[in-house]
């Protein structure tokens, strides 16, 4: 098909005459911020059709500079005094950087021109800058400033301004004096004025169904509060519904049981249908061996296990050991490492975890179905040192997920392919291990072993523990301990986990006072059609913490950060390749074709900003009716410009490969993307120039929208392996290579 790689729909105005010296041209801005057009607050739209948007200056060698810059500009108080601000994220253990409650958090630094001494203003002798939310409360002071470099703190508003003003002093407390400088953060363009201006273009043309759509579709739920117009209400998916059927009852499904395995031990494993009664709602998906999550399988580190897994669902299909560093023809692949699994056939796994940590199972083929319908399943493998972890009170193994129910049951999937094709498919009802309603109960003092997994189709987590009774406290304090691949350098104090599909955490709690504690997901949506942003808090779970105090006091070792030696160590043999260049580079990015008009058009809302991370899908009617047929999501080799299955990489066990991944902010819908590797492991060294200060190794990779990741690749099992995104959709519409390893 013929495809376009950006949507030719509205345009950007012409550019306003600018100040003199414009902010992208001060001497010493970092190149984030130094080469494009500078914003002017010149309308955003422009109803010539003909026209492509401007990207203001977006390139794919670099973080998205519209995403990450502030230009400041002068009220005439300040003359022709001008500046820029560089939005940059602290570091984290997590592909972004977030506040508890989902705001995302930026350090600012200010390059600023040509201020004139604040005399000669009146009677003043700073400048001070200042950080507000666009209804101007509260106002925070971010210090005093001067002409060249400022380093302004942080900011983790939704929606702000940075106001430079002049003060008696630079000790002051509250500003008061003359504004002489003023920015907008780039997610303050979402103006409900400026889209709605959109309206009358997608609202233009008659709702007239799609003539290439199935009709059998019914509109699926709405997101509350945000209206459709009346074009997209009329789209429908270019693919017919799916729902799988069992002609007779299948089985209640049952709770995760545990099994323990030796090494050289056998599990029988089989997918096949189950009932589910889910919020008043019977409905009929998989399961593994009849269990929702499947069978959490425990084994001691260096062991080899045997899984006999038959398929008894309608579909062809296997079993992936995500992040296990297993051998090739065992990593559960169709069509690279396997034929599919069909119907009422068998097929015998080897697997042999030479990692201690957290891992999951799933199938790899049309996943976008099997997994959402419940075929996930944990593996925890037992560290060989018992002093690999600090002690705690009791581990807990939490798999989260998420499920689309309409009123009726379970919302369709795409035959043909997926639907839900642009964003993934967001669900509305919240699993934890299984259950709309995960409870834990542990005594006052205990510390509690979290091993996290997001099993969810699309959905990003933000995670934190509140008490019920008062959730505008702070929340408990969790310890970072591991992730993907084993432990972090060194554990780390957070208030909340940013979990992206496939990804793991491991994390440590102490409940040291009685009472009830939420484990909540608390984000920040956001509303494209009125430009703002929707709080979200939605309660994955409770933890019940007695009165009686634990008989094992382990908050000493809880308070007690470790430095991991043996991690360190290990990483130390690859930290002469961390500043040498590039091997190669990535480019994440979109094309569309076909879409209907009236998406094509109300998709430009999202295209003003974007956030990092789209934590919820607001947008579920338009996402809903994309589909194959007009999407494709594209992993690029920017060196050769070839595409998914087209790309060649070639390297040899033994081989260290640095890669740069750019998440494209133009594309047509950008968002983030959880790069997932097979049967490898890497080092996140950096994202947006930020170093990371704290490794780990991982197998899957949060990339938010617009970023650019630097990531250090070790090769070390022979064999053809899977690059993919892990946004099940995504992935099939095929956003994915195979690399190949060839053995010494």
Known sequence: MHRRRFHPALAVAALATCPALLPAQIAGVPDLCSDRPPATGAPLFSLDTRQQPSRAGSRPERPASDLSCIDLF?????????????????????????????????DLTAWISDLPDPTTLGDYQAYVAWATPLVLDPVVKLGQVQ??????????????????????????????????LRGRSPSSRMEAHDLMALAPAAEA??????????????????????????????????????????????????????????DGGTLDLFAGFVRRRIQGRDVTMFAFNGQHPGPL????????????????????????????????????????????????????????????????????????????????????????????????????????????LSEAGLVPFGAESSNYMLMGRF????????????????????????????????????????????????????????????????????????LAPAERYVVEVLFDEAGAYALLNHVQGINHRMGVFREEVSTLGAVAVSGVRTSADHSHAFETLRTNADVVADIDQYRDEFDRSPDRELVLTLEVDGLPIAIEQSMLYDWIYFNPVEWTGTMPVMNWATSGAGVEWILRDAETDDENMDISWSFRVGDIVKIRIHNDRGAFHAMQHPLHIHGQRFL?????????????????????????????????????????????????????????????
């Open 74 to 106: 002068s009220t005439g108080a300040g003359g022709e005094a001008t500046g820029v601000i560089t939005l940059t994220r602290p570091w984290s253990p997590f592909g972004v950087t977030v506040t508890p409650e989902g705001r995302h958090r930026h």
């Open 297 to 404: 399988i425990k084994v001691d580190q260096g062991s080899t296990i045997f899984v006999n897994f038959s398929n008894d669902t309608p579909f062809p299909t296997a079993v992936h050991w995500h992040g296990v560093r297993l051998e090739n023809r065992f990593d559960g692949v169709p069509g690279v490492t396997q034929d599919p699994v069909k119907p009422g056939e068998t097929f015998r796994y080897q697997v042999h975890f030479r990692d201690a940590g957290i891992y999951w199972y799933h199938p790899h083929h049309r996943e976008d179905v099997q997994q959402e319908l419940g075929l996930a399943g944990n593996m925890l493998v037992e560290p060989i040192s018992e002093a690999y972890y600090s002690p705690v009170n009791r581990e807990e193994v939490v798999m989260l997920d998420d499920i689309l």
């Open 205 to 262: 043309r008659p709702a007239i169904p799609d003539p290439f759509a199935s009709p059998l579709w019914e509109v699926p739920p709405r997101y509350e509060g945000v209206p459709m117009l009346p074009g997209i209400m009329a789209a429908r998916p270019r693919v017919s519904p799916l729902l799988p059927t069992v002609d007779t009852p299948a089985p209640l499904a049952e709770p995760r049981q545990i099994v323990e395995l030796p």
């Open 684 to 744: 996140v060294l950096e994202q947006n120039g930020v170093r990371n200060t704290n490794l780990v190794w991982k197998d899957t990779v949060l990339l938010p929208t617009g970023s650019t990741t630097d990531i250090l690749l070790e090769l070390s099992n022979p064999g053809r392996w899977m690059v993919h995104c892990h946004i099940a959709e995504h992935l099939e519409s095929g956003m994915k290579f195979v690399l190949d390893v060839e053995g010494n």
């Open 147 to 180: 002409n060249g470099e400022n380093a302004l703190g942080e900011v983790a508003f939704n929606k702000y301004m940075v106001l430079v003003t002049a003060e008696a002093s630079g000790d002051v407390t509250e500003r008061t004096g003359p504004l002489v």
């Open 427 to 498: 669900g509305n009802v919240f699993l934890t291990n299984g259950e709309p309603e995960y409870s834990l109960e542990v005594d006052a003092g205990d510390v509690v072993r979290f091993h996290f997994t997001n099993a969810s189709n699309t959905r990003t987590f933000n995670l934190s523990f509140r008490p019920m009774a008062d959730p505008s406290a702070s929340p408990l304090p969790i310890k970072i301990v591991g992730s993907d691949v084993g432990k972090f350098e060194r554990e780390a104090v957070v208030e909340s986990v940013v």
